[in-house]
């Protein structure tokens, strides 16, 4: 795409889709105006892959590394199901999600756009003195600065704020105010900044004896050992692979993941041990300790507020 679209027509209505539920029809606006969308389930989640794709049994769309359009015939693949295709959207496959649905989003990246995810007042403050205007859109807690271009997306660049771009959904809350304003060399240099993995032989930081995970500190966890070890190994495999960048981010990703697996557990389930060896696995492989430190607690305390 060319010319990122036009987010403020999505007001015009659609009188002829009275039969349709509003959300649908706010997708199909969006998807009119050439803003990919997809809908979300409780929790602001992406619906779950389809039957044919459960659990990877598919091996996962061909090129979901890179934007574009997923190939299932149901909402499958997050942030990749996105499409503005009105026919997908309507289609008998979709329209019963979108009657579950409590949401819209919509893939920024594949609008050509970069929204700066600012969630709280601090992190609001920050953008305001740091970065150039351009239309925002209030959120519950604070508000998504959106830019013309795309980027990597990541989460935790600083305290408050993610970049969201490739790779990543938005919720819908509206077409926001004032003039959007080309993706600024500040916005990009926070992923530069923070998700750079240090030239080998540098020491982002000498971490002391952490904690480990175990029924000492997991008293109230409903799950066996052997199901959270296996997890956490695994979440800890992938952070380490990333030797080059993006440790930050996956560490981010890795930490909510594994707290939402507790979200019905009473407690206390040891998620601070948890968060310990991530940080380790991420500073051993170059992350700063602060910036990894703040990866993951973004991450643990984002699982607990999806599933409040």
Known sequence: MTQPPDIQRVSAPLPHLNAANGLLRTALRLAAAGVPVLPLRA?????????????????????????????????????????????????????????????????????????????????????????PATRTVPTTRGEHWIYRGTMPSSNAVRPGVDIKSTMQYVRWLGPGAGRMAVLPAAVRALVEKEDTTPAPGEVASSLPARPTWGRSVATGCCHTERYVRTGLER?????????????????????????????????????????????????????????????VANGLETAVERAV
């Not at 049994?57 to 190939?71: F, I, S, V």
């Open 235 to 295: 979440g800890l495999a992938l952070v380490r692979a990333r030797t080059e960048s993006g440790a930050g981010s996956q560490a981010f990703g890795v930490a909510r993941f594994l707290a939402a697996q507790h979200t019905a557990c009473p407690g206390p389930c040891g998620l601070a041990a948890i968060g310990e060896e991530i940080v380790a696995a991420a500073v051993s492989v170059g992350v700063p300790e602060p910036y990894a430190r703040r990866a």
């Open 43 to 131: 929790g602001k989640l992406p619906f779950g892959n389809c039957p044919a794709c459960a659990r990877s049994a598919c091996g996962d769309r061909p090129n979901m590394k890179n934007a574009g359009p997923c190939q299932c015939p149901a909402p499958c693949h997050a942030w990749a199901a996105a499409t503005t295709d009105p026919r997908v959207l309507a289609s008998p496959a979709w329209v019963p999600v979108w009657h579950e649905a409590v949401a819209v989003a919509y893939h920024p990246g594949g609008a050509g756009l970069t929204v700066v995810d600012l969630d709280n007042a601090a992190a609001v403050e920050w953008a305001r003195e740091t970065l």
